[in-house]
């Protein structure tokens, strides 16, 4: 046993021990027990995972207690994973569910050396042929996120066939990122893996273990770098896009020492550069890679208030950014500073804002997570030129430039199993489709041509449902596993006005 595993097992025994210590009269030590004893072979016993994904607060925050629950209790189909029913009676399943999304008594570790241990190499750059193993148009594909059983499925945009579908690590965070020939996609885990998958060879690449969990990755748009931004630690960790190594880890803190979480990283294509928002300090940091090779030291940009949500014009001149009070601003990049607010109200979603040109000016349109209203917003003066009334609160938007209509979800509201339908020009709207009444429908995302509406029933035994985006008939249903989100290879490589980017 080298030293370095040596640490990492008592460090893990240190945690369990600490936990058992702390929690005299509570359900915590018995948890640690019955973990110790069920889980830890398959999880690790600092929970940090193994053959299965971690176990961590941050790991579990998007499933629901109901859904950790029932996982508890009866498994997961088609995985190693077992029920404890049997084993365990329901106030030691109950003291179970609670203590994993309990912080370990010792804070987790993982830095440069773990993340370069992770790293695996399936097949070295150039060692696959250069050309599609299929015959399916390679731009007009879709990867589709089934979040039920952490597969993607890969979708002929033509003939709406699925070709392959594959497994992935656990639990899919943010979409999928491609590089600019659409060959490779990149993909990032709740639990930090870092995935490389060769879509024209049908295979994995690389795989490396960034963080303990991360929001997302963005790929370098000269296609030389992938930048992972991470919350567990609070890192950003620089990867070569081409064998995923890593350059660099950058401790992400404060100019006033304060560290910080990672709310998103993108590639801001017309920059040359990463941005990075942060979660925690209100900072925007800008990593250029231009001609300078490896990304530079952060530029910092420091603003009033933290932004909990972002969205970059097309130029990527300006971010549009929403506290979590809701209070928006503009902030300029090039100046390094807030130009004007916004205004808006409630909880702008603008990480799914979309743009258009309505009468002769772009504008920019948001839904919003606690009211039923989309917010459009004109990109010369920044005023708001009109407020368009939902269902209720949402959490996509979409588009295509080929089409004269918006979609938009109701997915946090009763009517989450109903989208609306928008024109452009009136703001008004103008049709609804509902896939299956009383089941979550959300998240469109179009055929390259802009001719098929995909939307997502956000369902276990759920589907994508293609409708014509004219007519809005439903032309077919292919049956997905909780399919979360789905990304068009070609909307996505030519940074579509009508998509997330």
């Not at 420091?302 to 601003?329: E, K, M, P, T, W």
């Not at 249903?477 to 399919?483: G, S, V």
Request: contains cysteine.
């Amino acid at each position: 046993m080298s030293v370095r595993t040596l640490m990492r097992v008592i460090t893990a025994l240190a945690a369990v021990h600490a936990s058992l210590a702390s929690s005299a009269g509570t359900t915590a030590p018995a948890a640690a027990v019955h973990y110790s004893q069920h889980c830890g072979a398959c999880h690790g016993t600092d929970r940090l995972g193994g053959m299965g994904p971690a176990l961590l607060p941050e790991s579990l925050e998007r499933l629901r207690p109901a859904e950790l629950a029932d996982v508890l209790r009866h498994g997961r189909t088609a995985t190693q994973m077992p029920g404890f029913a049997a084993q365990l009676d329901e106030a030691a399943l109950d003291g179970l569910a609670v203590w994993l999304r309990t912080a370990p008594a010792i804070a987790p570790h993982w830095d440069a050396a773990d993340i370069r241990a992770s790293h695996v190499v399936y097949h070295a750059p150039g060692a696959l042929p250069a050309k599609p193993v299929f015959t399916a148009d390679p731009t007009n594909l879709f990867l589709v996120v089934e979040a039920g059983s952490h597969h993607i499925s890969v979708l002929d945009g033509d003939r709406l066939e699925r070709i392959h579908r594959f497994r992935t690590r656990f639990a899919l965070h943010g979409g999928p990122k491609f590089s600019q020939d659409g060959r490779y996609v990149y993909m990032a885990s709740r639990d930090g893996w870092v995935s490389k998958y060769d879509l024209w060879n049908l295979t994995y690449a690389a795989e490396i273990r960034a963080a303990l969990n991360t929001r997302n990755v963005a790929v370098s748009d000269d296609g030389k770098w992938v930048l992972a931004g991470n919350t567990l630690p609070g890192t950003l960790a620089l990867l070569r896009a081409d064998d995923l190594s890593l350059v660099r880890v950058y401790d992400v803190r404060g100019r006033d020492g304060k560290p910080s979480r990672v709310s998103a990283v993108y590639d801001a294509a017309p920059r040359h550069s990463f941005i990075a928002a942060l979660k925690d300090v209100p900072e925007v940091w800008e990593l250029p890679y231009g001609d300078a090779g490896v990304p530079m030291q952060p530029r910092v940009i420091v603003l009033d208030d933290v932004l909990d949500d972002f969205y970059f014009d097309q130029g990527y001149r300006h971010i549009l950014g929403a506290s979590r009070d809701g209070r928006g601003q503009v902030i300029d990049m090039a100046r390094g500073r807030q130009v004007t607010e916004l205004e808006v109200s409630g909880m702008p979603h603008l990480g799914s804002g979309i743009t258009w040109v309505r009468d002769g000016r772009e504008v920019m349109a948001s839904p919003n997570l606690k009211q039923g209203r989309i917010s459009v917003i004109d990109m010369e003066d920044w005023h708001t030129v009109g407020t368009v009334q939902t269902n209720g609160p949402g959490f996509f938007l979409r588009s295509h430039e080929d089409t004269p209509y918006v979609w938009t979800d109701a997915m946090m509201s009763p009517r989450r199993d109903t989208l609306q339908v928008i024109d452009k020009q009136s703001l008004q709207v103008v049709g609804s489709v509902t896939p299956s009444p009383g089941r979550t429908a959300a998240h469109v995302e179009f055929t390259r041509d802009g001719r098929y509406a995909l939307v997502s029933l956000m369902e276990r035994d759920g589907a994508i449902v293609v409708y014509d985006a004219q007519t809005l008939r439903e032309v077919k249903r292919i049956p997905m596993d909780k399919p979360i989100g789905k990304y068009n290879v070609f909307n996505k490589t030519t940074r579509s006005s009508g998509t997330s980017h």
